[in-house]
């Protein structure tokens, strides 16, 4: 390509792959999601991280939430979405990732988990946990669960 631009093939091999659960407790008036903060930022966002090679994604989405929000629960097997973000690695690149997103019906709330003095851990109701995510996509499928 004489423009230097990427074909599909090659933008879709750059992007990098993380699945993550979408912690949710009750059901109707009730229904709360649990969002953590990141590391280094401190923005909201839900559990997630990258896709282990032979583990299932939602498996890997639920290790996420135990990991880092200390939730004991069930991810569904099929994804309710997807959502896409820049994430700025060393030296200020930015990679483009594919968040595949899992229901995670949690079970459990932990008082001592891997990442709790790395992390804060919170109930939201869905259209107050959209209006605090950064990422559109997120926002969107948060927004969704009220209809679901």
Avoid: C, N
């Amino acid at each position: 390509m004489p423009d230097g631009s990427l074909s599909d093939a090659q933008r879709s091999a750059q992007v990098r792959r993380q699945g993550a659960a979408l912690p949710v407790f009750g059901a109707g008036p009730a229904l709360r999601v649990v969002l953590v903060t990141s590391r280094e930022t401190r923005r909201w966002v839900i559990p997630k991280g990258w896709i282990e090679p032979q583990e299932a994604p939602h498996r890997g989405a639920a290790r996420e939430a135990l990991e880092e929000a200390g939730l004991v629960g069930e991810a569904d097997p099929d994804p309710i979405g997807a959502y896409t973000y820049g994430k700025r690695r060393a030296g200020g690149v930015v990679t483009p990732v594919e968040v595949l997103v899992f229901r995670f019906r949690v079970a459990r709330m932990l008082r001592q988990w891997p990442e709790r003095r790395e992390r804060e851990r919170r109930l939201f109701t869905p259209e107050a946990a959209a209006a605090l995510v950064d990422e559109p996509g997120l926002a969107a499928l948060l927004r969704s669960l009220r209809k679901a």
